[in-house]
């Protein structure tokens, strides 16, 4: 199978490594399987990229038309101004200049681009919903979250009136909830589940130790890992709650990923941070991921939302057992007593009995990793294309 007609996918991303994040590993899935001639690319930039003109840029070998709306020019610190704002107002100032390629069929996953995207004509547009919960009432600028109703309420009428196609990483009882949020403006239209998938050439079963003696971690220690983004909305604070009320000296927590909220934490959990119970590996590789995956016993998930998590189904495919919130795709990917549990309630006293469950399920492994191959990237080609015909 092979695209006759080129795709624009736009992101508020760089689609090589900032920010990490469901979007930036699906965006990178699809230029996996989609030939790079058949694509074109519109995002933010962190290198020397001339903003606001189009250019060329190199993604694992391949070479992409690339059409930078801005500069990132450090990307550790919360800037000022949203950067999901700055980017629609860039999106704006250059659409004229995006449509010289004359790119026909877009794809996104960033919903504010939906606002500039909708002046325009095109021939199909495709939306993904990273997650369904209501991103700018969960934003970290107060300012915002007072927007959320009015964002949401306009973001459901572009759906209905200027978006042919709409998928989302979620499971069926999330998309029946943004459905009911919409009030009737979604009704009419058919969303579909898609979820987020995985590299199977990366995240499989590794020896446990061996990745221990690779990453330098203890072999006499229970290690449980917590992968992603460093914000509240990952419910970092109930897991380190698990660590400062279980105080097990045997026990290492790791936070795989970096964010906004690392200094936060560094100061919440500044002696297990000193003793060595709690670790911060900073942004990895997917490599390196990978290894600290399979390096642990059990992989913690405490987010108050989640879309369908990449990184769950990542964990799965390294055939770990999961503890984790009761968030959208959790009930599709552990079965509970069997290769993990979900916490029903953000109770720390039930998340240290679940945790020491899971710790002693027997086929926690090849239940998860079977779990995980519907959702391999082997499949994202032909899945996209059932969904999506008219880019054939």
Same mark, same amino acid.
């Given at each position: ?34 030939? $790079?001639?058949?694509?074109? &690319? ?42 999901? &704002? ?43 919903? $990273? ?15 007072l927007l959320g109703s009015l964002y949401e309420r306009f973001l459901f009428?572009?759906?209905? +009136? +200027?978006?042919?196609?709409?998928? $989302?990483? $979620? ?35 590794? +020896? ?44 290492i927590l790791i936070f795989v990923g970096d964010g906004e909220d690392r ?79 979900? &916490? ?6 039930? &998340?240290?009995?679940?945790?020491? +469950? ?35």
């Amino acid at each position: 199978m092979k695209l006759n007609k080129r795709v624009l996918i736009i992101e508020n991303n760089n689609f090589i490594d900032f920010p990490t994040g469901g979007t930036l590993s699906f965006d990178k899935h699809l230029l996996k399987v989609i030939p $790079a001639d058949k694509v074109a &690319l519109v995002g933010i930039t962190t290198g020397d990229n001339k903003i606001g003109q189009w250019t060329k840029i190199e993604i694992d070998g391949k070479e992409y038309d690339f059409f930078p709306l801005k500069k990132v020019a450090d990307v550790h610190k919360k800037p000022l101004i949203p950067a999901r &704002l700055t980017s629609l107002i860039s999106l704006f100032m250059y659409m004229h200049k995006i449509r010289e390629k004359e790119n026909s069929f877009i794809f996104t996953q960033t919903p504010q681009f939906l606002f500039a995207l909708r002046f325009y004509k095109w021939v199909s547009v495709c939306f993904c919903f $990273a997650g369904v919960s209501n991103s700018v009432s969960l934003s970290r600028y107060s300012f915002l979250q007072l927007l959320g109703s009015l964002y949401e309420r306009f973001l459901f009428n572009t759906l209905k +009136n +200027n978006v042919d196609v709409i998928l $989302a990483a $979620a499971d069926t009882k999330a998309i029946e909830e943004l459905k009911a949020r919409s009030k009737g403006l979604l009704n009419h239209k058919n969303i579909l589940p898609f979820p987020t998938r995985f590299d199977n050439t990366i995240f499989k079963p590794l +020896n446990k130790n061996e990745c221990r003696d690779s990453l330098k971690l203890p072999h006499n220690k229970t290690i449980f890992v917590a992968i992603g983004r460093l914000c509240w909305v990952k419910g970092w604070d109930l897991l380190i709650d698990l660590m400062k009320v279980n105080n097990d000296k045997d026990t290492i927590l790791i936070f795989v990923g970096d964010g906004e909220d690392r200094e936060q934490i560094e100061n919440i959990a500044h002696d297990e941070l000193e003793s060595g119970s709690i670790r911060i590996t900073g942004f990895l590789a997917q490599d390196e991921v990978a290894q600290y995956i399979n390096a642990s016993d059990l992989v913690l998930v405490g987010s108050y939302h989640e879309g369908w998590s990449t990184s769950m189904v990542e964990s799965l495919a390294c055939g770990k057992a999961i503890v984790s919130s009761e968030v959208s795709g959790a009930t599709e990917l552990i079965k509970d007593g069997e290769n993990g549990f979900i &916490l029903l309630n953000r109770d720390t006293e039930k &998340l240290i009995t679940l945790v020491k +469950n899971a710790l002693k399920l027997k086929d926690a492994s090849d239940i998860s990793v079977t779990i995980s191959k519907k959702y391999s990237l082997a499949n994202l080609y032909s899945d996209l294309l059932i969904v999506w015909p008219d880019i054939e």
